[in-house]
């Protein structure tokens, strides 16, 4: 058990050390459709890993369908944010119509369709929400934070919750995740954020330090969605007896696995950087 504890960290450790310098050039000095093409690569990925885990894999043009779907989403975010209710009928619509016209099993219709709809507001709305976030003011620094506050928490709930955690979070789901763990998770948020917001980020740019207000109203939801968006993909997974969404990172297993919570709550801080933060503001 040792050997495969330190032989995850160590995976763990590697995926972090290749993809975190690659990310922070996306978020920070690549052209600004560089962040684009990352999250719709996210996007796609992870819309193909949902569709994986919830039908068979006789229906690759429907997934396909769906990729290209929730690409058009993010798309529309970052192109044109006033043309999304016209991409999301038209992709509900074409896959509407390609289920109705290609259906392999009557009886399982309802659930295809659904899935796909599903995956595309999932990843394609509810993750290309950060496309908005990056192009806000102090967005690269905002999209930054929301991603700290997701993986802090994630990261501390499975550190704590291995060395402590004795009381299940919610067994019907994730029979792994405890109590202790969460708790952990909403610390590591608070203080990876805090450290972000009062000590980095000022240091590096400038960046205006929230009031503890304005920054407990950001990261307590942020945090409470985060962890969430992981029991809701634990949900998905366990439903159809998988462990994984995937194996395209080493350590960490698919994409949805790693940004489960960053896609719940990237919607959060969307709402707080364009409506709620600029409200209180005055």
Not at 28 to 49: D, K
Not at 53 to 80: G, K, N, P, W
Not at 102 to 127: C, I, K, M, N, P
Not at 144 to 171: E, I, Q
Request: charge should be negative; include cysteine; charged fraction near 10%.
């Amino acid at each position: 058990m040792a050997d495969n504890s330190t032989s995850e960290l160590t995976a763990r450790l590697l995926t972090a050390f290749i993809g975190i310098p690659v990310l922070l050039y996306l978020l920070f000095w690549s052209p600004e459709w560089g962040f684009f093409v990352l999250v719709g690569a996210a996007a796609a990925v992870s819309t193909w890993e949902f569709c994986n885990i919830a039908y068979d894999d006789d229906h690759r043009t429907l997934r396909l369908l769906a990729i290209a779907s929730a690409v058009a989403v993010v798309a529309a975010l970052f192109y044109a944010p006033s043309g999304l209710i016209v991409v999301l009928l038209a992709t509900t619509v074409v896959l509407s119509l390609w289920q109705l016209f290609s259906f392999h099993d009557q009886q399982r219709s309802t659930l295809e369709l659904g899935t796909s709809v599903t995956a595309v507001l999932y990843s394609g709305l509810f993750l290309g929400s950060l496309v908005i976030v990056h192009g806000s003011p102090h967005g690269p620094w905002w999209a930054l934070l929301a991603m700290v506050v997701a993986w802090s928490s994630d990261t501390s709930a499975y550190f704590v919750g291995r060395a402590t955690g004795n009381n299940p979070l919610y067994p019907a789901v994730s029979p792994n995740k405890s109590i202790e763990g969460s708790i952990g998770g909403l610390a590591g948020s608070l203080l990876g954020a805090g450290l972000c917001n009062w000590l980095i980020f000022p240091a590096l740019s400038d960046w205006s330090i929230l009031p503890i207000g304005i920054f407990a109203l950001v990261v307590l939801p942020g945090n409470v969605l985060a962890q969430c968006g992981d029991l809701v993909e634990s949900l998905f997974k366990r439903a159809h007896g998988v462990k994984d969404s995937g194996t395209i990172l080493y350590g960490h297993g698919g994409i949805l696995d790693r940004i489960d919570g960053l896609i719940f709550a990237a919607p959060w801080f969307y709402v707080c950087t364009t409506r709620l933060i600029p409200w209180i503001q005055g």
